[in-house]
T-cell receptor, first 113, second 114 residues
Framework: KQEVTQIPAALSVPEGENLVLNCSFT??????LQWFRQDPGKGLTSLLL?????REQTSGRLNASLDKSSGRSTLYIAASQPGDSATYLC????????????FGGGTRLMVKP | EAGVAQSPRYKIIEKRQSVAFWCNPI?????LYWYQQILGQGPKLLIQ????????DSQLPKDRFSAERLKGVDSTLKIQPAKLEDSAVYLC????????????FGPGTRLTVL
């Protein structure tokens, strides 16, 4: 059974810092890895999707990497802004036709002005 | 392109009552998912539909939860009777063809059971 862990559970940084959020998974037989953002009281917004054959994906100030062999993914946020404050969730997509997503518990990020 | 729609956004009921949630996926998306997100945790898949059929419902508490997707479009999730531990946000998501496609989420329904 896949288990996904995110560390740290909460993070507070001053504006402008570069930061790294970590995600680890126990079963390396994944098809993809998705990073989501969740604002309080809202649904999930997809940020980046990395297929298992890829090593990384970039979108603006966000860069996500994937190392299947070690069961790890990282989300790098450059030059953080107060608007980046949210909960960030990673989810491992199962290696089957259903692509069942197993989510981590999330990292709650606060960027202080 | 319209996103995934869910209603109601909030619901408060007493334990042992029943409740139903509705989801309308993105047009053309064959696969629909229902997730339960308890406060402070990541979402947990309850059930996955591919068109009208159920792909995975292994984590659905079938003694009290039921879901259907008639005509392969809209879906409803029902809880009967509700327990205190069912208090959570219920998220609906859809993807183009299931398989290995990106999932898009609705805003969720926040359920409080008193």
């Amino acid at each position: 059974k896949q288990e996904v862990t995110q560390i740290p559970a909460a993070l507070s940084v001053p504006e402008g810092e570069n930061l790294v959020l970590n995600c680890s998974f126990t079963d390396s037989a994944i098809y993809n890895l998705q990073w989501f953002r969740q604002d309080p009281g809202k649904g999930l917004t997809s940020l980046l999707l990395i297929q298992s054959s890829q090593r990384e994906q970039t979108s603006g100030r966000l860069n996500a990497s994937l190392d299947k062999s070690s069961g790890r993914s990282t989300l790098y946020i450059a030059a953080s802004q107060p608007g980046d404050s949210a909960t960030y969730l990673c989810a491992a997509g199962g290696d089957n036709a259903g692509n069942m997503l197993t989510f981590g518990g999330g990292t709650r990020l606060m960027v202080k002005p | 392109e319209a996103g995934v729609a869910q209603s109601p956004r909030y619901k408060i009921i007493e334990k042992r009552q029943s409740v139903a949630f509705w989801c309308n996926p993105i047009s053309g998306h064959a696969t629909l998912y229902w997730y339960q997100q308890i406060l402070g945790q990541g979402p947990k898949l309850l059930i996955q539909f591919q068109n009208n059929g159920v792909v995975d419902d292994s984590q659905l508490p079938k003694d009290r939860f039921s879901a259907e997707r008639l005509k392969g479009v809209d879906s409803t999730l029902k809880i009967q009777p509700a327990k205190l531990e069912d208090s959570a946000v219920y998220l609906c998501a859809s993807s183009f063809s299931g398989g290995y496609n990106e999932q898009f989420f609705g805003p969720g329904t926040r359920l409080t059971v008193l």
